[in-house]
């Protein structure tokens, strides 16, 4: 109930801890007491100190930062919510913005208005306490703790904004996927009569709202028996009209929070003033805003649809009333407990190894694949390199790209949707589902015009984009993203629109060879249904083939039988204990991230230099030799180097890569890449035992005695007769002959024969 003086009383008992009923039954808050308490916040509110419950006298928080603000011409001011419970008015304060933003909000910028002329214009006079106050803004921030709750706001996703919200401050966290050119709305728009020149004056509320004109003028209603005015006579002074910068943002729920086979809901949002052209398509943030119910999404008035009734499904949209800018999971808070305990895993000399262990643990590995170093690399993949920005403006990217390409069934797109859910900010997306557009950035048109939409990379920013089915992709949907990949922009020219947007994101690709499965007999380059601009792009690539072994199969089949026939019991839980849980890798993933930068050595410099020097002379004499393999070494797989060097160095929290680090990437380096690109190295997956080799070199010696110099014989054939009268195992006779073809002992000929060379 309302005290002489205007007050609140505020009846005993009242505020308990829980929210007050003060809209819902006891009274009505009328806005001049909100605008006069709000006042006193901001002229009153001072720091605190964090847990003890004081203030350091003298230290106006709001008041100092509104002088500031207006002294440097931003006539706005960004209150943090969770500062109102601290003051002895902010408890009504708050429940009156928090259930009536759309009333009270504008008091509340009153209010501001009127501390203008009390604090910033005290000392200039009379005739400056007459100039026209300008218009201020009221922004809304709310403060993250560690877990992960807005204070006494709760964050809601996009899915939650039910019909109960309406016209209640809401906080939503998302991801932004369009954007619209910024316009100008008239917040004021001056009408004067034609015919009596009586000036009007109509406030437009901000959002989808729009201007309604009256068609009849009452300015000579008491002139006497004059000449009523005609219908519709106003005529707006657009001179005398003020304006706002107003843009829509489109926003959709982050790719985590949405549920196996739903689709992401998205929201528009209405921005204004200064939160207008703040952000960009990928850009990771809270909002803070009304949400609102409208006639239309355009604001138009329905009042030239009278005949038809008032709609009543209502358009819905959130007013924006603060944005913070994020860094999703990566920039997550943690706790000094968690720090401590993350201190003393990078301690750990073992931490790598438990690491590499708690990557896809369900994946089993044998010792005739590369199914370790495939784990080891997605661990370099999740942690990335250190991410440098040149004197002269250039940048050099950290994230490491990877390619996966072998047999069907080798457990790719199982490595891919892992990294999905280790990685702190992750798309996922098939090959053959995907466009140049979807992935990158596209131009979309609507009834305003053309706007900024952005794709999965975009998206990504920051985080992993995971692509399966690589090789189903059409040629020219991949050459859109070389420039992603490795300048990590996208530069866009259509349609008038002429921008950059970052994809600073690492990219693992799962593919097949071109003809399915991988064929020993034929060069590896002719199986890469890849252009060398793409495969240069890539750090590490590997060939993960489908070997058959009898130990190996054994091995493989016993694990997968025992994972579905004890799935969800306790044997499976014990089995499936693993160093590091992928939540807890998730956090200690993210921490380094954001904690550690390493560089390389100057002594792992040197080891790094005589290497790469050795490679490319390596290369050279196979390209002289006529052995060109179609994968490059270049620059870029020296920076490869280089960046999977610091992620080793990152998993360990270490400031410097040394010797053992830059070894371990060269070794990594070498059994992807390089086996990749030569077909003489056992293509990076079949090492030969002892006993394989002088198996190998006894079969070369039956073909040999079975050959003469320049004779001709069927390779089929060959192949039949080794494995019946040598004894020869099948795969050990197709290897031996190719060996030899490929050595120039054989020559192949017309209907499959082989011709030895004399």
């Not at 009209?241 to 949002?269: A, N, T, W």
């Not at 600073?504 to 060879?513: D, K, T, Y």
């Not at 793409?534 to 694990?559: E, G, Q, T, W, Y």
């Not at 490679?615 to 179609?630: L, T």
Request: aromatic share 6%.
């Amino acid at each position: 109930m309302m005290q002489a003086d205007g007050s609140v009383h505020v009846l005993e008992g009242l505020y308990t801890g829980e929210e007050p009923n003060i809209l819902e039954g006891d009274f009505e808050i009328e806005p001049d007491v909100v605008r006069n308490k709000f006042k006193r916040f901001v002229k009153e509110f001072a720091y605190s100190t964090a847990g003890a419950g004081t203030t350091h006298i003298g230290t106006l928080k709001y008041r100092d930062q509104f002088q500031q603000n207006c002294d440097q011409g931003f006539f706005k001011l960004e209150i943090n919510i969770n500062d109102l419970d601290a003051h002895e008015d902010g408890e009504v304060l708050s429940h009156c913005l928090k259930h009536r933003p759309t009333k009270f909000v504008p008091a509340c910028e009153t209010a501001l208005q009127e501390l203008w002329y009390e604090l910033v214009q005290k000392d200039e006079g009379d005739a400056a306490r007459r100039a026209k106050a300008p218009a201020i803004q009221l922004l809304f921030k709310c403060d993250v703790d560690l877990e992960g709750t807005f204070g006494t706001v709760k964050p809601m996703m996009i899915r939650e904004l039910t019909s109960v919200q309406v016209e209640r401050l809401v906080v939503i966290q998302g991801i932004i996927t369009q954007t619209r050119r910024a316009k100008h709305k008239a917040r004021k728009v001056v009408l004067k009569c034609s015919n009596c020149e009586n000036v009007k004056e109509i406030h437009i509320a901000p959002g989808f709202c729009a201007a309604h004109i009256p068609q009849s003028c009452d300015g000579n209603a008491l002139a006497g028996h004059m000449e009523r005015c005609p219908p519709n006579p106003f005529v707006i002074q657009q001179d005398l009209c003020d304006y706002v910068d107003e843009q829509i943002l489109k926003i959709q729920e982050l790719p985590e929070h949405v549920p196996i086979g739903e689709m992401p809901r998205s929201v528009d949002f209405c921005v204004n003033q200064y939160l207008a052209d703040e952000c960009s398509p990928g850009t990771r943030l809270s909002a803070i805003g009304i949400f609102v119910a409208t006639e239309s999404a355009a604001g138009q008035n329905v009042s030239t649809n009278r005949q038809k009734g008032t709609n009543t499904v209502k358009y819905s949209y959130v007013n924006a009333l603060g944005l913070q800018i994020s860094q999703g999971k990566e920039g997550m808070r943690h706790s000094q407990e968690d720090e401590e305990r993350f201190e003393q895993y990078a301690r750990d000399p073992e931490i790598r190894e438990k690491i590499y262990k708690s990557i896809a643990p369900s994946i089993k590995a044998s010792s005739k694949d590369v199914i370790d170093d495939v784990k080891k690399a997605l661990a370099c993949l999740l942690f990335g390199g250190s991410r440098k920005q040149l004197p002269d403006g250039t940048r050099l990217r950290g994230d490491i790209n990877v390619l996966l390409l072998g047999d069907p069934g080798t457990a790719k797109s199982q490595f891919l949707k892992f990294a999905e859910k280790a990685a702190p900010v992750c798309v996922y997306t098939s090959g053959k589902g995907s466009s140049a557009a979807g992935l990158t950035a596209a131009i979309v048109r609507d009834s305003s015009g053309f706007c900024l939409e952005g794709g999965a990379m975009v998206l990504a920013d920051g985080g992993v984009v995971c692509i399966d089915e690589f090789d189903k992709m059409n040629v020219n949907d991949r050459v859109a993203i070389h420039e992603a990949m490795e300048q990590q922009t996208i530069s866009i020219a259509k349609a008038g629109i002429t921008t950059v947007l970052n994809t600073r994101c690492s990219v693992l690709a799962a593919a097949n060879p071109r003809f399915g499965t991988y064929d020993d007999l034929v060069n590896t380059a002719d199986q890469m249904d890849f252009e060398t601009t793409i495969l240069s792009r890539f750090d590490m690539m590997f060939l993960v083939k489908d070997v058959r072994d009898a130990d190996r199969d054994f091995n493989i089949a016993k694990h997968v039988i025992d994972l579905h026939a004890s799935a969800g019991s306790a044997q499976a839980e014990e089995a499936a204990e693993v160093p590091l849980p992928v939540g807890e890798l998730r956090k200690y993933l993210s921490y380094c991230r954001s904690r550690c930068f390493p560089r390389l050595s100057a002594d792992a410099c040197e080891v790094l230099k005589n290497h790469y020097i050795a490679i490319r002379a390596s290369m050279k004499k196979e390209k002289q030799s006529g052995r060109d393999s179609g994968i490059p070494i270049t620059v870029r797989q020296l920076e490869a180097i280089t960046r999977i060097s610091e992620s080793l160095a990152k998993m360990e929290l270490r400031d410097e890569a040394d010797i053992s680090h830059v070894e371990e990437a060269l070794r990594l380096f070498t059994v992807s890449t390089l086996d990749s690109a030569n077909k003489d190295r056992g293509v990076g997956i079949d090492v030969l035992t002892e006993e394989e080799k002088n198996e190998l070199h006894n079969s070369e010696e039956q073909v040999r005695r079975r050959v003469q110099r320049g004779g001709r014989i069927n390779k089929f054939a060959l192949e039949s007769w080794l494995v019946q009268h040598g004894g020869v195992d099948e795969r050990m006779a197709r290897r031996a002959i190719h060996l030899m073809t490929m050595r120039g002992e054989f020559q192949e000929r017309a209907n499959s024969t082989l011709q030895r060379v004399g």
